[in-house]
């Protein structure tokens, strides 16, 4: 990678075997239906196209909100710096595995949305993976949708006339915008509710995933090009794990507490803040904690290690060089300078810092969820083996003889 020009940025294309589709998925007419973006091994195809990284505006204007700049200023420089980037899959698709493909539920961080992480959620998918990147609905994204049906009081409010009244025409596109803490609101109670909220959201899209994998007809309200009837017995579901990226790593933990199917979690520079503390005793499965060096601070870790258990294995390390932006796709958009002023990138080449984070990954996931693939060659990563990683975390004071094996 040392040799490409600089110049040259975009979210680095899978390593995995398989090229990878995306489609989207939305259940029905509401808020409180789940909503994710899924991302699969595909057949190898010329003539699908890349869809849009960031799909339309409103979620420029809601990541403007998030980040309190002005809406007008912050969407024109958005357009300009992110605007042209492709994801590295093939939208639409047509399904091809050979064998059941194991299921990774993702879930974003604060402010994130779902198609934010596709650098990782496609790498999973090349090795074989079938990953639903969740949109969450409980104001802690950027920006989401939904659709209602128009009521016939607006119906009667719209010019057109009545002929066109086809299904598509009555349906209101309805955006919803990160809710920012208001002035003397206590913030746990907020980020417990929509934490567990979230997970409720991760099984939800579980469920959905159970049902279509049935072959049982399922309605998807979006209108994309992708046969979902071709994913009937595609999912090994035995082999179900759960992940996140920081209030997404919190959002993991609550579902693994809520849903045995998730067999194993891993928790991406997790933020430990909105999990209350009688679900640290409740999660039985095991959970990988690969950290940032930069986030991370002794209140957060001393919570993670509340998890720690000597029967069920907990493993953490930490990625040197890296920034809590690290993981999600801004980190691989931007030229040095800038992302080291926005703190989108550490000192570690992006693209070696999730490389590691992703082997990682593959070789957590195949211990635990009992995988015959060749992802044991990293094993050492969960050891923390490999220079730029440490074992466990830099962010206590402690001298490594006191460390624990987390
Ligand atoms: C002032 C705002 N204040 C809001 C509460 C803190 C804002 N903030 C730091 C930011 C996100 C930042 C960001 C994004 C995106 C660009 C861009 F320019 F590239 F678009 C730049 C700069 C602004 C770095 C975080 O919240 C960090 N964080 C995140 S960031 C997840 C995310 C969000 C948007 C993305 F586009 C990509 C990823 N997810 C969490 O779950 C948690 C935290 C903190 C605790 C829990």
Redesign the pocket.
Known sequence: MGNRSSNHLGIPPPKGPSAVGCTDFMMDHTAQGSFFRLYYPCQETEKAEKPDWVPSREYFNG?AD???INRTLSERI?NY??GSFKIPAYLDAPFKSNGKCPVVIFSH????FRT?YSAICAELASQGFIVASVEHRDQSA?ATYYFHEKTESEQARKSAPKTSASAQDNLVKEWMYYRTLQRGESEFPLRNTQVKQRADECILALDKLTQINSGRPVQNVLQTQFDWTTLENSMDLCRIAVMG????GATAIEALCKEVKFKCGVALDA?MFPLDDEVFPRVKQPIFFINSEKFQWAGNIIRMRKLDSAVIQRKMITIRGTV??SF?D?TFL?GNWIGKL???KGEIDPEVAIDLSNKATLAFLQRHLGLEKNFNQWNRLIDGEDDDLIPGTNALKENRLLSTHM
């Open positions: 990541l998030f980040m309190k958005f710096l992110f961080g604060l402010g994130a934010l950027s990226h920081s209030f997404g933020w809590h932006q999600p801004f931007t926005m703190k989108l």
